[in-house]
């Protein structure tokens, strides 16, 4: 599988991304470039052999600019994913500009047939939290990204990535916040 690498103008943050043939119009590939400079290591789906036998996602504290009021939040990069999502009371609370509305076909697991349903795609703006890049891009309204508690990576798991050269972009939870995602990007 090929890999492609990207370091910011600004820092020497890199992130890595598995490619694989799919279409994108020019504005998508700069904007997916863009939005994986935020991501800063190189795990995308880490399963360690440990004793917790973990699955840590991709995911980074970022601040999301809106109209009137911006946020911190944390958001989960999902490359196999073909849509971005945003809980709606976030939208709202950040009054994003509204840009259209669109049919989607959602496909869940366990199920034999999608289920059509009616989203408004907002535009946000997402600023690094370290060094203020920043990409504006549009995704969807939904009711909820998920419910699930999100688990952050303990101090031994930490600990065991660096010798591999694998550093996590914001491991000091105390200063970023240790609040469920509220951004998928895909």
Same mark, same amino acid.
């Given at each position: 599988?090929?890999?492609?690498?990207?370091?910011?103008?600004?820092?020497?943050?890199?992130?890595?991304? @598995?490619?694989? $043939? =799919?279409?994108?119009?020019?504005?998508?590939?700069?904007?997916?470039?863009?939005? $994986?400079?935020?991501?800063?290591?190189?795990?995308?789906?880490? @399963?360690?052999?440990?004793? =917790?036998?973990?699955?840590?996602?991709q995911?980074?504290?970022?601040?999301? #600019?809106?109209?009137?009021?911006?946020?911190?939040?944390?958001?989960?990069?999902?490359?196999?994913?073909?849509?971005? !999502?945003?809980?709606?009371?976030?939208?709202?609370?950040?009054?994003?500009?509204?840009?259209?509305?669109?049919?989607?076909?959602? @496909?869940?697991?366990?199920?034999? *047939?999608?289920?059509?349903?009616?989203?408004?795609? *907002?535009? #946000?703006?997402?600023r690094?939290?370290?060094?203020?890049?920043?990409?504006?891009?549009?995704? !969807?309204?939904?009711?909820? *990204? =998920?419910?699930?508690?999100?688990?952050?990576?303990?101090?031994?798991?930490?600990?065991?990535?660096?010798?591999?050269?694998?550093n996590?972009?914001?491991?000091?939870?105390?200063?970023?916040?240790?609040?469920?995602?509220?951004?998928?990007?895909?």
């Amino acid at each position: 599988m090929k890999t492609e690498t990207f370091k910011s103008s600004k820092t020497d943050n890199k992130a890595i991304k @598995h490619v694989s $043939k =799919t279409e994108n119009t020019a504005s998508n590939k700069s904007t997916l470039n863009k939005i $994986k400079l935020f991501v800063r290591f190189p795990i995308f789906l880490c @399963h360690l052999n440990n004793r =917790t036998n973990k699955i840590l996602l991709q995911t980074t504290s970022v601040k999301l #600019v809106g109209k009137l009021s911006s946020k911190v939040i944390r958001f989960l990069y999902d490359p196999g994913s073909k849509q971005s !999502f945003i809980p709606k009371n976030l939208s709202r609370q950040l009054s994003l500009n509204k840009v259209g509305e669109e049919e989607l076909f959602i @496909h869940t697991f366990d199920s034999k *047939v999608p289920t059509l349903i009616k989203r408004t795609r *907002v535009q #946000v703006k997402i600023r690094d939290i370290l060094n203020k890049d920043e990409v504006v891009i549009e995704t !969807f309204e939904i009711d909820e *990204v =998920t419910s699930a508690p999100l688990e952050l990576a303990l101090i031994d798991i930490i600990n065991e990535l660096k010798p591999k050269g694998i550093n996590l972009c914001d491991d000091d939870y105390s200063v970023f916040g240790s609040e469920n995602i509220s951004l998928i990007i895909g």
